[in-house]
């Protein structure tokens, strides 16, 4: 058995630490010192390194913390990701033996074209694809490649827990309810949302089911979002022509 503990970091981000007994590895380190903190507080030491993508925000303590533990650091190679010492591609299996775990290997484009995913049989580390009731940039690659990569992930077990690397649900939940206004299970989203914040609890992980109820970009074939964007003078409803239209939309709100 293992524990997975979020570390909050730089603005918003979540680093992830697996963990069980005194072995942990960690997904997308932006910054080494809450991770030294954490490792300190909990007597654990460090068995390698997860990346998801190269953005500096993911990658950034990685140097630090394999001057202190020279372990391994797995993900995609990319000529502007010199810390990756053991490449991952599509299908490829990943186990570990401290912890005891095991993931496979998922190559999600459409945010950066480096972006993989780390799937468990219960569990989803998806970096910047997809946010509590949003999805990442098209920074590269095409917008039907993001799409194609949302709609992998929405294909999941609906029980699928989803830990990104950013506290945005908060952020993203008020422009659901534009898309969808009359969408209740976005309105009750928001009240969860706002209650577990103000508690001072992370919004992640969340559930597969509860992005493809209340996600806009998992959403591209309902009617009541067609009709807000034919209001905004949307003709094309295919559903990547739908997807554009909303992640347009969304670097806009």
Not at 2 to 26: E, F, M, R
Not at 106 to 124: K, R
Not at 194 to 217: C, D, M, W, Y
Not at 225 to 237: E, I, N, P
Request: charged share 20%; hydrophobic share 40%.
């Amino acid at each position: 058995m293992y524990t997975i503990s979020a570390i909050p970091a730089l603005q918003d981000n979540y680093i992830w630490a697996i963990h069980s007994g005194q072995h942990a590895v960690v997904v997308d380190p932006g910054e080494a010192a809450p991770v030294f903190d954490f490792l300190q507080q909990q007597h654990m030491q460090l068995d390698g390194i997860l990346c998801t993508h190269r953005h500096h925000d993911h990658i950034g303590g990685i140097a630090e913390l394999r001057g202190v533990y020279n372990v391994p650091v797995y993900g995609r190679e990319h000529p502007k990701n010199p810390h990756i010492t053991h490449p991952l591609r599509e299908g490829d299996t990943l186990k570990l033996e401290q912890p005891d775990i095991s993931f496979k290997i998922w190559e999600l484009p459409g945010h950066l074209e480096d972006h993989i995913a780390f799937l468990t049989d219960s569990a989803v580390f998806c970096g910047d694809i997809l946010f509590g009731g949003g999805c990442g940039k098209n920074s590269e690659g095409t917008i039907a490649q993001l799409h194609a990569s949302l709609q992998r992930l929405a294909a999941l077990p609906d029980s699928t827990l989803v830990y990104c690397a950013h506290e945005y649900t908060d952020y993203n939940l008020p422009f659901a309810l534009a898309c969808e206004p009359d969408n209740l299970a976005i309105r009750q989203r928001i009240t969860e949302t706002a209650h577990l914040l103000r508690a001072g609890q992370a919004t992640v992980p969340f559930s597969i089911a509860t992005e493809k109820a209340t996600n806009p970009f998992l959403r591209c074939q309902q009617t009541a979002l067609h009709h807000t964007l034919r209001q905004r003078g949307q003709t094309d409803f295919s559903e990547v022509a739908v997807f554009d239209a909303l992640r347009r939309w969304r670097g806009r709100f």
